[in-house]
């Protein structure tokens, strides 16, 4: 089975308000890229991925006027994916949804949301979480712009699985213009952060608790070693949210190369253009973290970089493809269930 997880930069873009897939010349979100050159992309990508299931990353919007289901279907039709089915859980007000499309005939998937009544434990994602962040004695109230998609899952094998899709808050000094507004900005992004990760990580002890198989996926907006200011922090979101001896931890083989490279180039599955340098930002963002029951299964992990795996580099028509689509690359992980 292939599982696969997927930032497309602004996918919502690409659709109408019926959910109809806009092939014109006019330009999508993304920078250079006309809408019908990003949804040829995403199709080549997608088609060649054949994955079973993808968490879909900044899914088309759901809101009183758009579904993102019925984009998503849409989108699977058109190119006659294998993954044709989608679910979303708590929609936002981003127009970046977190959605999982999957294949019917291989997997069963419910939204299946838990969640304490205590608000400083592990509430429900749409609810709120209650946390000392800046050690003032008093309880800052924390909430998730993206709710992490909860989904009990079956494969037609009969076995049962906990997937959650995440998209953690970008650690960016989004609005800053002073370097003072900088560092303000980004302790605060980074404090609000790493509560998420807290948050979502007591959510996953109690699957692991329960023997349950868990599998987190998604963009976490962070990876060990990404910023000055983790230091400040002690550890990043990622380390959080995998856990230490001797807690019961989940496992991505990536960010165990991101943390022993020190003279080498880590594993990367971002690019971004940065206008004001003339250059483009690579790291390390998106993730699918395994429970010790699913490791022990021997699976084998890909990030689908155009230029880093030689399978992509030798293929130049998926080569263009995947750095049409998005600014994130997808990550794969394939296992016997």
Not at 105 to 128: E, I, N
Not at 174 to 188: E, K, Q
Not at 302 to 317: A, L, M, N, S, Y
Request: proline letters at 6%; one cysteine or more; aromatic letters at 8%.
């Amino acid at each position: 089975m292939r599982l696969a997880t997927y930032n497309v930069e602004w996918f919502d873009s690409l659709f109408d308000d019926a959910g109809l897939l806009q092939r014109d010349a006019l330009w999508s979100r993304r920078r250079d890229v006309t809408r019908t050159a990003q949804i040829d992309a995403l199709g080549k990508v997608y088609r060649t991925l054949d994955a079973d299931a993808v968490m879909v990353i900044e899914a088309p919007d759901n809101s009183v006027k758009r579904s993102s289901v019925r984009a998503l279907e849409g989108f699977a039709q058109a190119f006659g994916l294998r993954a044709r089915r989608a679910v979303i859980g708590f929609s936002n007000d981003t127009q970046q949804e977190i959605a999982l499309m999957y294949d019917p005939d291989v997997l069963d998937v419910q939204h299946d949301p838990l969640g304490s009544q205590a608000q400083d434990t592990a509430p429900r994602f749409d609810g709120t979480f209650h946390i000392d962040l800046d050690i003032d004695a008093r309880m800052d109230h924390v909430r998730f712009s993206k709710p992490p998609l909860e989904l009990a899952v079956r494969t037609a094998a009969g076995k049962a699985l906990r997937l959650i899709g995440a998209h953690l808050k970008s650690k960016a000094p989004h609005g800053a213009t002073t370097p003072n507004d900088v560092m303000r900005l980004s302790i605060a992004n980074r404090r609000k952060q790493l509560a998420q990760a807290i948050w979502l990580r007591r959510r996953i002890e109690g699957h692991l608790a329960a023997d349950e198989s868990v599998i987190l996926m998604g963009d976490l907006n962070d990876g060990p070693g990404l910023d000055e200011y983790e230091d400040l922090f002690g550890r990043s979101s990622v380390e959080i949210l995998m856990g230490a001896p001797p807690e019961a931890c989940l496992y991505d083989p990536h960010v165990g190369q991101a943390l022993s490279r020190r003279f080498n180039a880590p594993p990367t599955s971002a690019r971004f253009h940065i206008a004001q340098e003339g250059r483009y930002l690579q790291a390390l963002l998106d993730y699918i973290m395994v429970s010790p029951d699913l490791a022990a299964r021997s699976p084998s992990w890909r990030i689908w970089h155009p230029f880093d795996d030689p399978q992509c580099w030798q293929d130049p028509e998926l080569q263009a493809a995947l750095l049409n689509a998005s600014d994130h690359f997808p990550v794969t992980m394939d296992i016997a269930l």
